[in-house]
């Protein structure tokens, strides 16, 4: 299986896939220091919630460890330093600031240890952050399989798969899981305009495990929905309101908005570490704005006048209304939702 996010094999550096290659080259990248680490959330070199999450945590034990030798409140105030910094470098998924606070959270318990000990403890915190996350997409898969049946056509939209994650992955992990038990499952994968999360990655990955999939781009999704040819759509999240509005890849809303139009139930497949019970609503999440020449310049070819006005939101939000169920690690839930209890345990906020 895919590693999206490991320690490098001496165990200072992140080892991230760098996903902005894909699916021409595979590279793996080392991140030690914290623009190092910055820049590969900022530019998707790695990315998906819950990736972001693990890399954010991970990546944040590799930037001190170069200043493990300062004195003790130095170090300190470096590491809420870097944690600021990693945490804001992309404010859309709940995932990035739920894990850093989870590390923050750890240093508070550890801050009259040495330096050395201090990192340790963060580092053991870091590592079970990926372990959860892990164990959290194989129980998704688990539950969720149940939801595909033999012969079943899904279609999905960005990558929520493997690459996402530091496991197999939220929406196609009831695909793996169904497939890993004999069954025949067929995969859409919606292109994901601007950056091709869908055609890049998510057919980059299914192709590589031997399940059948098949491109489009997000504007055919309708016309194939009308066809018949789609028996139930899941996508993954980034930020799930306490009432289950979710923000996840923009376009998620006009998929979901065709599947009820036509009656193909729509599923949002997350960790617990997408839901953020202190947003009450879709309208409250943050979405991300990001720069013009994705779209202008596509992979570094003129796809629009150069100077034109663009819109380029990364994510948006579909209303809970719209949303069949969740397939999150602790069982399938279905409307009402009331993520309000979720949580409580992260010590987030
Ligand atoms: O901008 P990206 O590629 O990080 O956006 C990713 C998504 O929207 C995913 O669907 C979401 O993070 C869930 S990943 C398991």
Redesign the pocket.
């Known amino acids: 299986m895919i590693e999206a996010v490991r320690w490098s094999p001496s165990g200072d550096a992140v080892r991230i896939i760098d996903q902005r290659v894909l699916p021409g080259e595979y590279v793996e990248r080392d991140l030690r220091m914290l623009e190092e680490v910055r820049d590969a959330i900022a530019t998707?070199a790695v990315?998906?919630?819950?990736?972001?999450g693990v890399a954010g945590a991970m990546g944040l034990v590799a930037s001190l460890e170069a200043h493990v030798e300062e004195p003790a409140d130095r170090f300190l105030d470096r590491l809420r330093a870097h944690a600021a910094a990693i945490r804001a470098t992309?404010p859309t998924?709940v995932n990035l600031p739920w894990a850093i606070d989870r590390m923050l959270a750890t240093a508070n318990r550890a801050h009259e240890r040495s330096p050395r000990a201090l990192l340790d403890s963060l580092r053991a915190e870091a590592t079970a952050i990926l372990e959860e996350d892990r164990q959290m997409c194989r129980r998704i898969g688990e539950h969720g399989e149940s939801l595909i049946a033999e012969r079943a056509r899904v279609l999905t939209?960005?990558?929520?798969?493997a690459l996402?994650?530091g496991g197999i992955?939220?929406?196609l992990a009831p695909v793996y899981v169904a497939a890993e038990r004999g069954r025949t499952v067929a995969v859409y994968a919606d292109e994901t305009r601007p950056?091709l999360?869908g055609s890049r990655l998510t057919a980059w990955e299914l192709a590589r495990a031997g399940i059948p999939v098949t491109v489009l781009t997000d504007g055919m999704a309708a016309s194939l929905m009308r066809t018949g040819a789609v028996d139930l759509c899941i996508?993954?999240?980034?930020r799930i309101a306490a009432n289950g509005d979710t923000a996840?890849?923009i376009g998620?809303y006009a998929l979901a908005v065709v599947a009820r139009h036509h009656g193909v139930p729509f599923y949002v497949a997350?960790p617990s570490s997408?839901i953020d019970p202190a947003v009450p609503d879709g309208d409250s999440i943050v979405i991300e704005q990001r720069a013009a020449d994705e779209v202008r310049r596509s992979f570094g070819t003129l796809t629009a006048p150069a100077d034109v006005a663009v819109y380029n939101p990364?994510?948006d939000v579909t209303p809970a209304a719209l949303i069949t169920a969740f397939v999150t690690d602790r069982g399938i839930v279905r409307a009402p939702y009331d993520f309000r209890a979720w949580n409580d345990a992260g010590g987030r906020r």
Not at 235 to 238: E, N, S
């Open positions: 998707l990315r998906g919630a819950p990736a972001i992309r998924a939209h960005c990558n929520a798969g996402a994650t992955g939220t929406a950056l999360q996508v993954g999240a980034d996840n890849k998620s997350a997408t990364a994510f």
